[in-house]
Every structure is written in C-alpha cells, then in structure tokens.
C-alpha cells in the first residue's frame, strides 16, 4: 500500500522569505502522480501544483515549485516570496496512475505560518 | 459560482440519529469522490462514483455509510446510528476522467454529541 509522510507539522517563515515543506511517499508503482494541495483555514481545499512521475523535469506555478526526486521518493514544495494569503495548512498527495485507482493518498500536513 | 457544493456546511446531531448530506460536484464532471477529515489530518478515501455507478468503497466505510449518485449528477452520504467517532468534515470532489484534478467542495462538518 502506498504512504505519503509529512514530517513537519508546523513550519514558519518571514513574509517575503522562502519555505520548503516536506514530503516523502513510499510505492512500488513507477507511474503515479504527486500534488500538492492547500486548504486555508475555514476554507475549501485547493491545488497548489502537480508533478507526474514520468516527468523529470520540476513543475512550476508561479511563486510554487517543487524538487520531485523519484529515485528517492521525495517531493518537496518550495514557496518562494511568501505573502500573509500562503498561511494555510499544506498537504502532499499521491495517486496512481492505474486505471482502476483514483483515490488521493494524503500526508498529514504542515500548517504554514508566515510573520509579517 | 460553479464550484462544487455541499450542503449543509454544519451538523450537529445526538449519537444514533441518521444524517444525510448533500455535494453538488462541478457540472459535466463524471467523477466524484467522497473524503473523511479528522482535525490535525489529512483526509482519507472513502467512495467515489463514475457516472452513477459507485466503483470503489473503502474499508472505513462500515455498513453504516451509504453513499448514493442516483442520476450521475448529485450525490449523497447517509450516516445511520450515528457514533461519536463519526465527527469530522467530509470532503466531496469531483473531477472530469481525462484530467487528475479534483476540485474539493467546502465541506460538512458534522459534530455528534
């Protein structure tokens, strides 16, 4: 079975500073895809970015990148510029990519606080 | 706004009462999910449609969770004799089969007493 870990449940940065949260998955499948996802609070869930596996090359979104490193099964969000509307808890997840499996495998989260 | 929907956002209810809840996905997605949320969590699978048919259903789904998509459209999760470990938001998403996107609705958060 497939685990996604997220072994920062709080991080804080400086309003306009840079932030990398943390993830790690484990699976045995070698054609997945990874999100990650931000859910502010009292507020709806959202996409931040997604990397499929196959891909080498880092997906990008404005201010939001991350450092997909298959072979260890890493997949690490960078926020870039932080502003005050990035606090929100952050969660990394995993899906197959087989036909038959849809379901979204999610870590626990990191609760991202930006100081002014 | 088109987004997806639920209703309603809040539910309190007394151990062993029956709740229903509503999600209103993203109109011609094909696909939708339902998610548990437990605070400090991430959320956890627990059904999802294609069309109407239901294809796959989690093991914390007990028989006491029955989720329904009757004309492919909306779709609903009944709690029957609700239990205390049943507080938790529940997610709803839904997404088009061609693209791995799925857009979450705001949730139900439900309190049972």
């Known amino acids: 079975a497939q685990t996604v870990t997220q072994s920062q449940p709080e991080m804080s940065v400086q309003e306009a500073e840079t932030v990398t949260l943390s993830c790690t998955y484990d699976?045995?499948?070698?054609?997945?895809?990874l999100f990650w996802y931000k859910q502010p609070p009292s507020r709806q869930m959202i996409l931040v970015i997604r990397q499929e596996a196959y891909k080498q090359q880092n997906a990008t979104e404005n201010r939001f990148s991350v450092n997909f490193q298959k072979a260890a099964k890493s997949f690490s969000l960078k926020i870039s510029d932080s502003q005050l509307g990035d606090a929100a808890m952050y969660f990394c997840a995993y899906r197959s990519a087989g036909v038959s499996n849809y379901q979204l495998i999610w870590g626990a989260g990191t609760k991202l606080i930006i100081k002014p | 706004d088109t987004g997806v929907s639920q209703d309603p956002r809040h539910k309190i209810t007394k151990r062993g009462q029956n709740v229903t809840f509503r999600c209103d996905p993203i109109?011609?997605?094909?696909?939708l999910y339902w998610y548990r949320q437990t605070l400090g969590q991430g959320p956890e699978f627990l059904t999802y449609f294609q069309n109407e048919a239901q294809l796959e259903k989690s093991r914390l789904l007990s028989d006491r969770f029955s989720a329904e998509r009757p004309k492919g459209s909306f779709s609903t999760l009944e709690i029957q004799r609700t239990e205390q470990g049943d507080s938790a938001m529940y997610l709803c998403?839904?997404?088009?089969?061609?693209?791995?996107?799925?857009?979450f609705g705001p949730g139900t958060r439900l309190t049972v007493l």
């Open positions: 699976t045995s499948e070698s054609d997945y895809y």
């Open positions: 998403a839904s997404s088009l089969v061609q693209y791995n996107e799925q857009f």
């Open positions: 109109s011609e997605h094909n696909r």
